[in-house]
């Protein structure tokens, strides 16, 4: 049933399947060779290449690919970097992603990025514009990474700041983060730091921000006070 309705949505052969299990060395074998089987049944035109093989291809600067491509469960952070590159940047006329599961960090990154669901028609809530301006200031320090030094300070003084404002501290900040151009490592960092915090673990940061950094972001996004 997927299958069909995933062919229907394509542009018609050749079916075109980014795998980028084909990028690890040795590799010659698809991820998953039963779907791809129920997407391009035999006796059609089907290409399957390499992530990272298409990326050389379809350079940043360039005309866009003019298919629709399907990609097949990503899931490391290379492969999940690079996807995201190719996305932000418009080299693909239409791309339809295939994941494992709902709960990866790769799901989080495409709503965060706007993307829409084939089977439901939905997307996930726009980011809280004050959410988005906190993300935009973690982006901001990424340069040298945010799993430690001044990104660690940065992303736990803002997650801690939002969360005594009655934020969640749940997966709403790593779509928020991608929307404000986060890093899928990035993302990785903030995820494990969410998971921390829930789980109670306090963490020895230096301070940042102003301790009413929420109202200083409200006051520029001009928000009244008592907006959530």
Request: net charge negative; proline share 4%.
């Amino acid at each position: 049933m997927h299958g069909a309705r995933i062919r229907d949505w394509l542009d018609g052969e050749p079916y075109v399947f980014l795998d980028p299990a084909l990028d690890n060395r040795g590799a010659k074998t698809t991820t998953d060779p039963t779907f791809l089987e129920s997407v391009a049944p035999e006796g059609t035109q089907r290409i399957v290449v390499g992530l990272s093989e298409f990326s050389e291809y379809s350079r940043p600067g360039e005309t866009s690919f003019d298919h629709s491509v399907v990609v097949v469960y990503p899931f490391d952070e290379r492969a999940c970097e690079l996807l995201r590159e190719i996305i932000v940047e418009g080299r693909v006329k239409r791309m339809l992603i295939i994941v494992w599961s709902s709960r990866y960090l790769v799901a989080d990154m495409l709503e965060g990025l706007g993307a829409m669901n084939l089977f439901t028609g939905t997307t996930a809530p726009v980011p809280d514009p004050l959410q988005l301006a906190a993300a935009d200031a973690m982006v901001a320090e990424q340069y040298n990474g945010l799993g430690s030094g001044r990104g660690k300070d940065a992303v736990i003084q803002l997650l801690r700041a939002f969360s005594d404002e009655g934020y969640l501290l749940d997966e709403s900040w790593i779509r928020a983060l991608f929307a404000a151009g986060g890093t899928f490592r990035s993302a990785e960092s903030v995820a494990k730091f969410l998971t921390e915090m829930n789980d109670g673990v306090r963490h020895r940061v230096r301070q940042r921000f102003v301790s009413d950094i929420v109202r200083v972001l409200r006051e520029q996004l001009g928000s009244p006070l008592d907006q959530v």
